[in-house]
C-alpha cells in the first residue's frame, strides 16, 4: 500500500515537473509579450490558435509553431481556389481581367450612377439572379478594356475571335456577330442561355425587358435581341417569326 502511495504521488510530481516545463519551454510567463502578440493576430487567426492549442502538448514549440503556419496556409489556399473558381464563373482567364474586374466592381460601388466599362452611363438596379450587375457587365468586355470613342471617330474593327474559348460552339452566324460586336463566346453563350431562359418562362419577351435583363452596352443587347428574333429563337409581343434557326 505504501508503495502504490509513493507510486501515486510521483506520478503527480511528474505531471507537475511536466506543466512547468510546458510552461517555461513557451515562455508563458511573459505576459506583456504574450498579450502584445495577440493584439496583432487578426480575429480569425485567434480562433484558429485557440482550436489548436490541445495540440501544444504533442509537439515541441517549434513544431506546434510549423503545424499552425501549415493550417493557415491551407486556410489561405482553399480561399484563393474560391477566389479563382469565381473569376473562371465570370468568364475571366487572365490576371490583367482580373484586375479590370476588381476595379469595374469598386466603381459601381461607390455611387448610383456610374460609367460601365464602355463608358456609357447606366442606373445600378437590383438583380433578380445571383450575379450581380457589375458581373454582368464584365462579362462583355474584350480583352482589352476600351474607353469612351470620340464623336465621329470610326467604329472599331471585328474582333478576331478564331483562337477564343468557346468559338466551336457558335454558328457562323453567332461567331459573325460577335466579331461585329466585339463580343467572346463564353461571354454571349451566357447573354443567350440567361434572354432564352427568360422568354421561356414568360413566353414571349420585349427588347426593353432583354435590356433590363443583361446589364451591359443597351445598342450591344438590342442587336443580340434583333437576332435571336431574326433567327427565331424567340418571338416578341403580337409577332410571328417562321425563319428557321440554322445552327
Do not use: W
Not at 434572354?195 to 418562362?201: K, M
Amino acid at each position: 500500500l505504501k508503495i502504490a502511495v509513493l507510486d501515486i504521488y510521483n506520478s503527480r510530481l511528474d505531471k507537475r515537473i511536466e506543466k512547468k516545463n510546458f510552461i517555461f519551454d513557451r515562455k508563458f510567463l511573459d505576459f506583456k509579450r504574450i498579450q502584445a502578440i495577440e493584439r496583432k493576430r487578426p480575429k480569425d487567426e485567434k480562433e484558429l490558435l485557440s482550436k489548436m492549442r490541445v495540440f501544444a502538448k504533442m509537439q515541441s514549440p517549434t513544431e506546434f509553431d510549423d503545424f499552425v503556419e501549415g493550417i493557415k496556409n491551407e486556410i489561405k489556399l482553399k480561399q484563393r481556389i474560391k477566389e479563382l473558381q469565381h473569376y473562371r464563373q465570370n468568364g475571366i482567364s487572365s490576371m490583367s481581367e482580373v484586375i479590370a474586374f476588381e476595379n469595374h466592381k469598386s466603381q459601381k460601388s461607390k455611387g448610383h450612377h456610374q460609367s460601365d466599362i464602355y463608358g456609357h452611363e447606366k442606373r445600378a438596379s437590383t438583380s433578380r439572379h445571383t450575379r450581380t450587375a457589375s458581373e454582368d457587365t464584365y462579362l462583355i468586355a474584350s480583352p482589352r478594356v476600351s474607353t469612351p470613342r470620340a464623336s465621329g471617330r470610326k467604329a472599331s474593327a471585328p474582333l478576331d475571335l478564331k483562337d477564343a474559348d468557346g468559338v466551336s460552339l457558335l454558328s457562323e452566324a453567332e461567331y459573325s456577330l460577335c466579331c461585329n460586336l466585339r463580343l467572346l463566346p463564353k461571354p454571349y453563350l451566357v447573354i443567350k442561355e440567361k434572354i432564352l431562359s427568360e422568354y421561356a418562362r414568360l413566353g414571349s419577351l420585349k427588347k426593353r425587358q432583354a435590356r433590363e435583363l443583361i446589364k451591359i452596352d443597351v445598342n450591344k443587347t438590342g442587336k443580340i435581341y434583333d437576332f435571336f428574333l431574326s433567327a427565331g429563337l424567340i418571338k416578341g409581343p403580337n409577332t410571328m417569326v417562321s425563319s428557321d434557326y440554322n445552327n
